[in-house]
C-alpha cells in the first residue's frame, strides 16, 4: 500500500488508547526487519530516518526503497524525518516523498523558531507533507543532532499557541525524557501531556523512549501519547547482533554474510515487537491483508 500519514495514525493511535511505534531505521537491513516485526504484530509503525541516514544512504535511494517496502507491506508505514534543524534537508525529503518532518528549531530563539517553523509547515503542506515542531528541545544528542543540556525550555502553553499559530501537525514536547541511555532514572513529565491535551488538539510526541518500562509507557500514553520514538534500542539491537554473531563466526570458523544479516534482522525484530507490544498497539492494523484505518497520503478519510 502507499505511505500512510503519519497524522492520521497518530490520531488513530490517541483516541484508541496505544501508541505508534516510531522506529529510526538505520538501513534497508533494519528497514524491512522492523516492518517485519510491524506485520507480525499487526501494528502501523512509523519508518524514522535521521539527517545522518539521509545523507549516508542518500535521500534517491532511500525514498525509495522505503516506498518500495510500504508497497508491499501488509500493515500501514509512513516515512518521517526525525530532529533536523537543516532546512535544506527538509525540502529534500519532501520533494522526495517523505510523509513528515520533524523540524528541530529548538536550537533558535522563540520568535526564529516561531517564524521558521511557519515556513517550514507552509512548504510542507503545500506538498501534502506533515510537521512535528519542536522548539524547546529533548534533551540528549541523537545522530549528531541535539544538546545534553535543556536550551530552550517553555510553558505548556506556549508550546500549544505556537504549533496553532504556525499550523503544526504534532508537538514535541521535553516531557522528562532524553535521547540515549539514562544514566540515571529520569523524572518524567506525563501531567505535561495532559496539560498540553487540555490546550490543543494537536497530538504529542514521546521521544527518548528508549529505557522506559511498560508502565510508564502506559501512563504516557494513558495521558494522551499517540507516538513513541525508538532509537537507541534498534541501535543496540542492531551492534549486539552483529558483535554476538561474529564472536560465533571467530570460534567456528564460518564466515557467511547473509546469516549475519539474520541475526540483526531476527534481534531487531524481538526488539520492536517488544515495544510495540508494550505500547498497545498490536492488533491495531487490523487481521493480515487489512490496512487498518490510517490515510494513505493524498488521499481523503472516510
Known amino acids: 500500500m502507499p505511505l500512510a500519514s503519519t497524522v492520521d495514525m497518530v490520531r488513530t493511535a490517541r483516541s484508541g488508547g496505544y501508541a505508534v511505534p516510531a522506529v529510526n531505521i538505520a538501513d534497508d537491513l533494519s528497514m524491512r526487519a522492523v516492518i517485519a516485526a510491524a506485520e507480525a504484530y499487526r ?3 512509523i519508518l524514522q530516518t535521521s539527517v545522518k541516514t539521509v ?24 516515512l518521517h524525518l526525525d530532529h533536523c534543524p537543516d532546512r535544506a534537508v527538509i525540502s529534500s525529503v519532501i520533494s522526495h516523498g517523505w510523509t513528515s518532518v520533524l523540524f ?64 503544526a501537525d504534532l508537538i514535541a514536547p521535553q516531557l522528562g525524557t532524553a535521547h540515549g541511555l539514562y544514566t540515571r532514572a529520569p523524572e518524567l513529565l506525563p501531567g505535561r501531556v495532559r496539560e498540553l491535551a487540555a490546550l490543543t488538539d494537536i497530538p504529542v510526541v514521546l521521544h527518548g523512549g528508549t529505557g522506559l518500562d511498560e508502565a510508564e509507557f502506559a501512563e504516557f500514553i494513558e495521558a494522551g501519547v499517540g507516538k513513541v520514538n525508538i532509537s537507541t534500542a534498534l541501535k543496540l539491537a542492531y551492534m549486539h547482533a552483529a558483535r554476538d554473531h561474529l564472536a560465533e563466526c571467530e570460534r567456528t570458523g564460518v564466515w557467511e554474510p547473509v546469516k549475519l544479516f539474520d541475526a540483526v534482522s531476527a534481534r531487531i525484530e524481538a526488539e520492536i515487537g517488544d515495544h510495540i507490544a508494550a505500547f ?23
Do not use: C, F, Q, W
Not at 115 to 127: F, I, L, W
Open 104 to 167: 528541530d528549531a529548538s536550537d533558535r530563539p522563540l520568535e526564529t523558531a516561531r517564524a521558521e517553523t511557519a515556513e517550514v509547515v507552509a512548504e510542507a503542506h503545500a506538498a501534502g507533507v506533515e510537521v512535528e515542531s519542536e522548539i524547546e528541545n529533548i534533551v540528549g544528542v541523537e545522530d549528531g543532532v541535539g544538546s545534553d543540556e535543556a536550551v530552550h525550555a517553555y510553558s505548556a502553553r506556549t508550546l500549544a499557541e505556537v504549533a496553532e499559530e504556525t499550523g
Open 55 to 78: 545523507k549516508s544512504m542518500g535521500v534517491d535511494r532511500l525514498g525509495m526503497i522505503a516506498r518500495a517496502a510500504a508497497e508491499a507491506a501488509t500493515v500501514p508505514v509512513s
Open 280 to 302: 498497545g498497539a498490536a492488533g491495531k492494523a487490523g487481521p493480515e491483508g487489512s490496512a487498518g484505518r490510517a490515510t494513505a497520503v493524498g488521499e481523503v478519510a472516510a
Open 43 to 45: 501494528s502501523p509503525v
